[in-house]
C-alpha cells in the first residue's frame, strides 16, 4: 500500500451519487478489482476516521494515465463532505487496499450482481473479464432509478441485463433475489460475483452453495483504520480444514471472500446454527476453483 | 537507536530506568499484533510500542459490529481478539524485535491465574522492557464484569503479575473509577512500577434510526480527542500524588502540543492510539511537534516540563 496527497482532477454527479476521480499513478499502477482505497477527513472535524471507497476505473494508459476513479453515496458525514470536493483539492489517499476479484481460468459464464454503489468495483471487475474473453451477464439492483449507477455501461459490459429497482422507476419492479433463480438458469452461470447488501449476500451466497457454482463477493463492514491495524472490521471465516473458524480483517483478508466459507448466522447477529466450532468441524466447503 | 537529537534538545526520555528514544509510544490494540504492521507506520521511529492485549490462548474476540464514530471519537469493543502468547512469541515479537524499538507487552486474561501465566510468558522475553496490564477484561470469576470494578480483584492482578515479573510492570488505569487516586497508589504498593492513563470510557452508540445499539457488544470503549480532557485530569490528580512513578499519559493525542499537555500535567511519557488509526504518520509528527515546542520556548527536555503546569494558589485536590 502507499500514501498519497492526490490531487482531484473531476468530481461529477452521477445520479445519486459523486464520482471523484484522483490523480495517483502509484497506487493505479497496482490496483485490481475489489481493492478498495482509504480516504482520510479533514483534520479539525467531529468525524475523524477515514473512510473506505472501493475502486471503480484505474487508467493506466492513455491521456487520463494514473488516475483513479471511486464513487460516494453520500449518506453520513464523511461521504457528504466527500460529495462536495472540487478539483484541484488534495485528498489524503492510502491504497490499493484489500484483497482482488479472482479471476477464472478456465470457467466462462460469469454472473456479476450489483445492489447500489456495489456496482463501482463490479463494472471494474466486469470490464477486466471482458479484456480476458470471458462471458458477463448482470444483475443490477437499487431502491430507485437515481441509485442505479451508470446503467449504460452496465448494458455496454454484459451479454444480458437485469435492472431492478424496488420503486420500478428503472427496470422491473423487485430486487435482485426476485430475479436471481431465474437468471441464474437462463445464462447458465458458471460463477457469481457480488457486492451487495448484507441479506442479499447471504442470499446469493445460499444459492450458489445449493447449485454449487462457485462465488466471490466484496464485503462491507464497519472499518475503523482501513489498513489492518485495529481489527473492527472482521468477518467470521471457516478454515479451509474445517478445523474451526477465524476472524478475519475485511481490509486485509477481505474484502473479497469466498462467501460459501462465510458463516452468515454469526456475522449477522443470529443466533448461531452450529456451534463454535463442532466436534466433527465445519464441512470443508470447495474453495475458489482459479 | 538513537534519540532525536535537534540542536539542544534531546526528546529521549527516562521511565524509571526504562529508556525511550522520544516520549511517544504507539498504544495497544493500535498497531496490530506486530506481524503486519503498515509499512506506512514507521515502527523503528517510534518512541516505544505497546502490544495488542495479550491472552494465554488464542482468542478470536467479539462479533462485529465493533466500532462506532463519536463525535470527535471512536467506539470500539473487539473483544480481547489476539494471536495468543505462544504465537504472539513466535510470529509477531520476532518482527517487532527486529524494529528495535521499546516493547510493552500488553497482558490480560479472564481470571487472575491467566494475567499470570501470559506474564509469566512474557517477562523473560528478549526486547520486552516492560508489561502493561490491561484491566478491562471481563472477569470470568465475577459474572463477566470487567477487572477494574472490583479493588480486590485489581489488587489480586496487578500483586501477582508485579510479584512473578523481573520486568517493570505498568498499570493501565480505565479513567472513571471513583477514586482513581487511591487504585494508582494502592497499584505502586502492590509492585507496580509506572502507570498507564487512560484506558478508554465506557461509550454507547445508539443507531435511532433501527432501534438498536452499533455496538454487538453493545458498550464499547471511547478513545480520541473526545476523551483528551478526562484523561489529562486524571494524569494531573495522580501525579500530584505520586510525582515519582513514571505515568505515560494517553486519551486523544493527535498534535505534538496535545503531548505538551500531558507532560505539563504530569506525564512522563504520552501514548498514541486513535491518530495512528486516522494518520499512521502521527507518532512521528507528534514527536516532531514536540521538539518544536521545546526549541521555541527553549527548553532543554521533555522531562524539565514534567509537571510543571501552573494552577491557581492552595486549590485542594477537586471532589472525584
Known amino acids: 500500500m502507499k500514501r498519497v496527497r492526490a490531487e482531484v482532477l473531476n468530481a461529477r454527479r452521477v445520479g445519486a451519487y459523486h464520482s471523484i476521480t484522483i490523480v495517483a499513478p502509484d497506487v493505479a499502477e497496482r490496483v485490481r478489482p475489489g481493492q478498495f482505497l482509504s480516504i482520510g477527513m479533514p483534520g479539525e472535524r467531529a468525524f475523524l476516521l477515514r473512510r473506505q471507497f472501493s475502486i471503480h476505473q484505474a487508467s493506466r494508459r492513455g491521456g487520463w494515465a494514473g488516475t483513479l476513479e471511486f464513487i460516494v453515496d453520500p449518506r453520513g458525514a464523511g ?10 483539492q488534495f485528498l489524503d489517499v492510502i491504497g490499493p487496499l484489500g484483497t482482488a476479484f479472482a479471476y477464472p481460468r478456465k470457467l466462462n459464464a460469469c454472473l456479476l450482481i450489483a445492489e447500489g454503489h456495489g456496482a463501482a468495483p463490479i463494472y471494474f471487475l466486469g470490464q477486466e473479464l471482458r479484456t480476458r474473453g470471458k462471458r458477463v451477464d448482470m444483475i443490477l439492483g437499487a431502491e430507485t432509478q437515481d441509485h442505479v449507477f451508470k446503467p449504460i455501461e452496465g448494458k455496454r459490459l454484459s451479454q444480458t441485463i437485469s435492472i431492478v429497482t424496488d420503486d420500478g ?122 | 537507536m538513537a534519540g532525536l537529537i535537534v540542536a539542544k534538545q534531546t526528546v529521549a526520555v527516562d521511565l524509571g530506568g526504562i529508556r525511550l528514544p522520544h516520549p511517544v509510544v504507539a498504544a495497544s490494540g493500535c498497531v496490530g499484533t506486530g506481524r503486519d504492521i503498515p509499512s506506512l507506520v514507521d515502527v523503528h521511529r517510534l518512541g516505544g510500542v505497546v502490544t495488542k492485549s495479550l491472552t494465554f490462548a488464542p482468542n478470536r474476540g467479539g462479533p462485529t459490529p465493533r466500532a462506532a464514530e463519536s463525535a470527535s471519537g471512536l467506539i470500539t469493543a473487539t473483544g480481547l481478539q489476539n494471536p495468543g502468547v505462544e504465537s504472539f512469541v513466535a510470529e509477531d515479537l520476532p518482527r517487532l524485535v527486529k524494529a528495535n524499538v521499546p516493547l510493552f507487552a500488553s497482558v490480560t486474561g479472564t481470571t487472575v ?205 477537586a471532589p472525584a
Open chain 2, 113 to 317: 491465574e491467566e494475567y499470570i501465566r501470559v506474564a509469566g510468558a512474557l517477562h523473560r522475553q528478549p526486547g520486552i522492557v516492560a508489561l502493561e496490564v490491561y484491566l478491562s477484561a471481563p472477569d470470568d470469576e465475577r459474572g463477566g464484569e470487567p477487572f477494574y470494578a472490583r479493588p480486590e480483584r485489581i489488587a489480586e492482578v496487578v500483586g501477582g503479575v508485579s510479584r512473578l515479573s523481573t520486568i517493570p510492570v505498568f498499570v493501565k488505569l480505565p479513567p472513571l473509577l471513583p477514586d482513581l487516586v487511591e487504585v494508582a497508589r494502592q497499584c505502586i504498593r502492590l509492585g507496580a512500577q509506572g502507570l498507564t492513563l487512560i484506558d478508554a470510557a465506557p461509550g454507547l452508540a445508539v443507531d435511532a434510526d433501527r432501534l438498536r445499539s452499533e455496538l454487538a457488544a453493545p458498550v464499547g470503549g471511547l478513545s480520541g480527542p473526545a476523551i483528551k480532557p478526562i484523561a489529562l485530569a486524571a494524569v494531573y490528580r495522580v501525579a500530584n500524588v505520586l510525582p515519582r512513578v513514571p505515568i505515560m499519559g494517553v486519551g486523544g493525542i493527535r498534535t505534538g502540543e496535545d503531548a505538551v499537555e500531558f507532560l505539563l500535567a504530569g506525564a512522563w511519557a504520552v501514548q498514541v492510539g486513535t491518530a495512528i488509526l486516522v494518520d499512521p504518520a502521527a507518532p512521528v509528527e507528534i514527536a516532531r511537534g514536540i521538539v518544536a515546542y521545546l526549541r521555541e520556548k527553549g527548553i532543554a527536555s521533555p522531562a524539565d516540563l514534567r509537571g510543571r503546569l501552573r494552577v491557581r494558589e492552595a486549590a485542594p485536590e
Open chain 1, 79 to 88: 461521504t457528504s463532505w466527500l460529495a462536495e470536493v472540487k478539483a484541484h
Open chain 1, 169 to 290: 422507476s428503472l427496470g422491473d419492479q423487485g430486487d435482485v433475489l426476485d430475479v436471481l433463480p431465474s437468471v441464474l438458469e437462463r445464462t447458465g452461470a458458471q460463477v457469481v460475483y457480488a457486492a451487495a447488501r448484507r441479506p442479499t449476500l447471504r442470499a446469493i451466497a445460499d444459492a450458489c452453495l445449493e447449485r454449487q457454482i462457485p462465488a466471490q463477493m466484496a464485503v462491507e463492514e464497519r472499518m475503523a483504520c482501513g489498513t489492518g491495524m485495529c481489527f473492527t472490521c472482521t468477518v467470521p471465516v471457516i478454515r479451509k480444514d474445517g478445523s474451526g473458524f477465524d476472524h478475519l480483517r475485511a481490509c486485509v483478508d477481505g474484502p473479497v471472500f469466498n462467501p460459501a466459507r462465510i458463516l452468515w448466522d454469526r456475522w449477522m447477529g443470529d443466533e448461531p446454527r452450529v456451534s463454535a466450532t463442532p466436534p466433527e468441524g465445519f464441512p470443508v466447503v470447495r474453495t475458489w476453483p482459479g
